[in-house]
């Protein structure tokens, strides 16, 4: 039996966004494994057929030790398991990983899902990094891409040149995420779902929730996510003040999207390509991101949405009002141009056929 090994920082990288293809390389007769952390939705991958290795990762270490025995213990595993390709996500596993194919002489496609702060911003990380990138993808099979921005670093640095691939990010699963009905009422809800840090924009999200709500009383702000810095007593004494509503980590996002009109997403992250814009638009919601790669491909401004600047509060209030100025006819016609637009650009299926393809191409 073919096998496949796929190396992961966190379950919900697996579960969340490629859960599809995962389920299409089982229905193909692959023998898959996954090597990440414990989270939530291991028992769920074991259940659809996936062995399961658990593997211990400090995703935002710098431990060069902790390291070191990353790669080692993804050498042994690949040593063991022989797969016939693997599947890397996200930086430590695609730099670790990528070496331990390279060493074992193991197929290997990477999937750069966006680069970090620590490698987009110059420095002694990003040099290092790079150094990092081109030991491991010596010989890799191949490298997607999830937008133009990261695949041009890569060619500007001469990483793994002539084998990258563009993809539209993960894509969304359109069926699973379906057109939802549009609130009715006077209130107009807004929704943040993301991971709470700075760099995600929930700063400047909870200025334009308390210049809005002060402006407009009939508007509400809510918060989704689990806080990855220090974000909890502030969330909660907003919360107390009836500036925000927080719903921590939710299992479905759709729950909160059904109530919502607009999700706002004002990050400044290296992303790959924003899942929750994706997601988002495919249940007809417009969208209010910034200008940035990873969120300005899937948003035409005025039309599915608006595009505001990075790191800028006061552009964000003034889309926001922009929002609240138009008809429900017209908020109704914006969510929908965003589900034609996903339908036609970003398709999860495009994604899997392009696994499937590179696969296959990797094996023979």
Aim: aromatic share 10%; with cysteine.
């Amino acid at each position: 039996m073919k096998k496949i090994l796929i190396l992961v920082n966190h379950d919900l990288v697996i579960y969340n966004f490629r859960k599809e293809l995962v389920e299409r390389l089982i229905k193909d007769g692959y023998l898959v494994y996954i090597s990440s952390p414990y989270g939530e939705r291991i028992e769920d991958l074991i259940v659809m057929g996936c062995q399961y290795i658990e593997t211990v990762i400090d995703r935002h270490g710098t431990n060069i030790i902790a390291d070191l025995k990353l790669l080692l213990y993804y050498k042994k595993i690949i040593k063991e398991i022989k797969p016939n390709v693997v599947l890397t996500y996200t930086i430590k596993p695609n730099i670790y990983g990528g070496i331990a194919c390279r060493i074992q002489k193991t197929p290997y496609i990477a999937n750069i899902t966006g680069l970090g702060s620590a490698v987009e911003n110059a420095g002694i990380m990003q040099k290092m990094t790079t150094i990092l990138y081109k030991i491991a993808f010596k010989r890799i099979n191949y490298v997607f891409f999830q937008n133009t921005e990261n695949r041009q670093f890569f060619i500007d640095r001469n990483i793994a040149t002539g084998k990258h691939e563009l993809i539209p990010g993960s894509g969304v699963n359109l069926n699973q995420f379906y057109v939802l009905e549009y609130p009715l009422g006077e209130t107009i809800e807004f929704v943040f779902i993301s991971r709470i840090m700075k760099e995600k924009g929930i700063d400047q999200y909870i200025e334009a929730a308390k210049h809005i709500r002060n402006k407009y009383p009939n508007s509400r702000f809510h918060i989704c996510g689990f806080c990855e810095e220090n974000y909890e007593e502030q969330l909660k004494k907003l919360q107390d003040e009836g500036i925000i509503c927080y719903h921590g980590m939710l299992r479905d996002v759709r729950i909160l999207l059904k109530k919502t009109h607009c999700t706002i997403h004002p990050t400044y992250y290296p992303e790959g390509m924003s899942n929750v814009l994706l997601e988002s638009a495919a249940c007809g919601r417009p969208i209010i991101t910034t200008d940035r790669s990873g969120c300005r491909e899937i948003v035409d401004d005025g039309v599915t949405g608006y595009v505001v600047k990075p790191k800028n509060s006061q552009d964000l209030i003034e889309k926001i009002e922009q929002f609240l100025e138009l008809s429900y006819h017209a908020k109704i016609k914006m969510g929908l141009a965003g589900r034609e637009k996903v339908e036609n650009e970003f398709d999860r299926e495009i994604v899997i056929k392009a696994y499937i393809d590179k696969i296959e191409k990797s094996i023979t």
